[in-house]
């Protein structure tokens, strides 16, 4: 198979889950449960760290 691109390592930080959904306890008006996400602050949410260095050896 081509491989146009190449396979991004996987956040450690978050093991590629980097959006999580934290059930506050609360409901909301609708009776729907009140959650809240949050980002992985590693990876931004992408689930993936970016090697920048390789980036700019790479030139492109
Ligand atoms: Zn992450």
Redesign the pocket.
């Known amino acids: 198979m081509p491989q146009h691109t190449l396979p991004r390592p996987i956040?450690g930080?978050?093991d590629g889950f980097?959006t999580v959904a934290i059930t506050t306890g609360q409901t909301t008006p609708d009776g729907h449960r009140h959650t809240i996400t949050a980002d992985?602050p590693?990876?931004h949410g992408?689930?993936h760290?970016t090697p920048a260095r390789a980036y700019a050896r790479t030139g492109r």
Request: proline share 10%.
């Open positions: 956040c930080h978050c980097p992985c590693a990876c992408t689930g760290i």
